[in-house]
């Protein structure tokens, strides 16, 4: 059984750093597609950045040049470097890996910014 264990979350005030990372625990390889999403209240959940097994990445638009996606195949291990936090980056991040066209999702880690 595979899960996903996220880490990182907590509150920060604006223009300040969290660093969020997302490990596979269980039989897992070879994972193509790595990301990260969030989901505001009242809101969708939304794509934050991606990275796939070439290390090639997508980010949102609302979050390039802020946030920084990198993996660590060896450990089964997404990171989300975030930094210039804004009161929108409000919300639950998940983690998302895709494995053999199955996805596994994380549970969620709340990242509040908040003077």
């Known amino acids: 059984q595979v899960q996903l264990v996220e880490s990182g979350g907590g509150s920060v005030q604006p223009g300040g750093s969290l660093r969020l990372s997302c490990a596979a625990s269980?039989?897992?390889?070879?994972?193509?597609?790595m990301g990260w999403y969030r989901q505001a209240p009242g809101k969708q959940r939304e794509l934050v950045a991606t990275?796939?097994?070439?290390?090639?990445?997508i980010y949102a638009g609302s979050v390039k040049g802020r946030f920084t996606i990198s993996r660590d195949n060896a450990k089964n291990t997404v990171h989300l470097q975030m930094n210039s936090l804004k009161p929108e980056d409000t919300a639950v991040y998940y983690c998302?890996?895709?494995?053999?066209?199955?996805?596994?999702w994380g549970q969620g880690t709340q990242v509040t910014v908040s003077s």
């Open positions: 998302k890996f895709i494995v053999a066209l199955r996805d596994y």
């Open positions: 990275i796939n097994s070439g290390g090639n990445t």
């Open positions: 269980g039989s897992i390889f070879n994972i193509g597609f």
